[in-house]
């Protein structure tokens, strides 16, 4: 009965672990022509991104630039919601790790689309 008791909890530690592994978009992230860090975090199954720092614009520290992110496996990439300050309104989105330090955003807009590569940061 022990022995059964043991392999149990040992597979449910093994889940646990497995279930709360980090997502590769966790971390701190620098936009390539702004002075702006977002920090990518895990909320529940979803990623969200938040200003970390701007130090053109302290104020805007804390606010949600991406939100509900969940990997598409069919598409290979993170999709959910981006703001888009130019057009003061959220637009879907598409993340893509090029490599485990940078990862790829794409924005569409009726037949236009903008890509814009973020760089890991260390904090």
């Keep these: 009965m022990n022995r059964w008791l043991v392999a149990l909890l040992s597979l449910v530690a093994a889940l646990t672990a497995s279930a709360q592994e980090a997502s590769p978009l966790e971390g701190l992230?620098?936009?390539?022509?702004?002075p702006v860090i977002i920090e990518m975090q895990p909320v529940g199954e979803l990623m969200e991104g938040k200003v970390h720092s701007n130090s053109d614009k302290p104020e805007s520290v804390g606010k949600t630039i991406f939100r509900e992110l969940r990997y598409d496996k069919k598409e290979q990439?993170?999709?959910g919601w981006v703001y888009v300050k130019?057009?003061?309104e959220e637009k879907a989105t598409c993340l893509s790790l090029?490599?485990?330090?940078?990862?790829r955003m794409t924005v569409k807009v009726g037949f236009f689309s903008?890509?814009?590569?973020?760089?890991?940061v260390e904090g």
């Design 29 to 34: 992230w620098q936009h390539p022509d702004q």
């Design 77 to 79: 990439c993170w999709q």
């Design 86 to 88: 130019r057009l003061d």
């Design 98 to 103: 090029d490599n485990p330090n940078r990862f």
């Design 114 to 120: 903008k890509t814009v590569k973020w760089q890991r």
